[in-house]
């Protein structure tokens, strides 16, 4: 017996709403009907939290959060564990550029965290990157290591076919034919045919998945697992957005169904992230803990 509708549909699915990229962006309140309290609206089960350059809404998971350490640098933490208080933002990489030059980003900085004595590194959108490329991979790796994690093509193909399969990844060295095929067994498993619904092609190669995965030769990545899926795909898209890689076409991101989990990396590379950064600053003065109503926390 095939599994209901909410439980079988991909998770590779059109966009429905947002910036071109499937994620949910909740508008601000009118002016005129403004929120009780913005750091607590929440969509679904997340919190949403606003960018501080575009003043746009969206959920945690959708976001990187800007820490300020104790000695006065901004840094990425990108899982949120960073004691103080921080900032968010939800824009990509150029952009990022474009407002450090143009002094933007201080201010904003500067208002959220009500000081101005810090300091941006003229890196941090390069930090930012490889920290959420780092969050990505390790969450794959978790989840290969839990279990979760489908690679081979003949298995992903089975899989596919029988409509178990809730997200597909290609590598970026992957050869197009054998794309095709799992896409084709894709649609085919969800009675979709003649749709645009494709894995995604992630841009790295082979290589790179085998060491993220602890596995050989990994050339293409399936998950059966709604709730892996779900956190594979928060990670990737975030990454995916800042880097400005999304993909065109019908299927340009990998959009969420349902409530949205928040990504949780609890590996022991902790990649780029600003809670490990600060640790390793050497300062012994301790930030006080963040305040749950704060806007920027």
Not at 29 to 43: G, L, W
Not at 204 to 213: D, M, N
Request: glycine share 10%; proline share 6%; with cysteine.
């Amino acid at each position: 017996m095939r599994n209901s509708p909410d439980d079988t549909a991909p998770l590779n699915s059109p966009p429905a709403c947002g910036r071109g990229r499937g994620r949910a962006v909740t508008a601000a309140a009118p002016a005129d009907n403004p929120s009780p309290n913005p750091s607590r609206e929440r969509e679904g089960n997340e919190p949403v939290r606003k960018c501080i350059l575009s003043g746009e809404r969206d959920v945690r998971p959708h976001l990187v959060r800007l820490a300020l350490s104790p000695d006065g640098q901004i840094l990425p933490d990108v899982r949120a564990k960073a004691p103080g208080r921080g900032a968010w933002i939800g824009v990509t990489r150029i952009e990022l550029e474009a407002a450090i030059k143009k002094g933007k980003l201080k201010g904003a900085l500067s208002r959220a965290f009500k000081t101005g004595e810090f300091t941006i590194d003229p890196e941090l959108p390069a930090k930012i990157e490889a920290a959420l490329e780092r969050n990505a991979l390790d969450r794959l790796g978790l989840e290969s290591r839990s279990g979760t994690v489908l690679i081979g093509s003949d298995r992903i193909e089975q899989n596919a076919r029988q409509g178990k399969l809730k997200t597909l990844y290609h590598a970026s060295d992957a050869a197009e034919d054998g794309n095709r095929k799992l896409d084709q067994a894709w649609r085919i498993g969800n009675d979709v045919e003649g749709s645009g619904l494709r894995g995604l092609a992630l841009p790295v190669s082979r290589t790179i998945l085998a060491l993220a995965l602890g596995r050989e030769n990994v050339v293409h990545i399936g998950l059966t697992d709604r709730a892996a899926a779900k956190r594979v795909s928060e990670a990737l898209d975030r990454w995916l957005h800042f880097i400005g890689s999304e993909p065109s076409g019908p299927i340009q991101s990998n959009t969420l169904m349902g409530s949205r989990a928040s990504v949780s990396c609890e590996t022991a590379s902790q990649g780029a992230s600003a809670s490990q950064n600060i640790g390793a600053s050497g300062s012994t003065g301790q930030r006080p803990a963040v305040d749950m109503t704060e806007e920027f926390e």
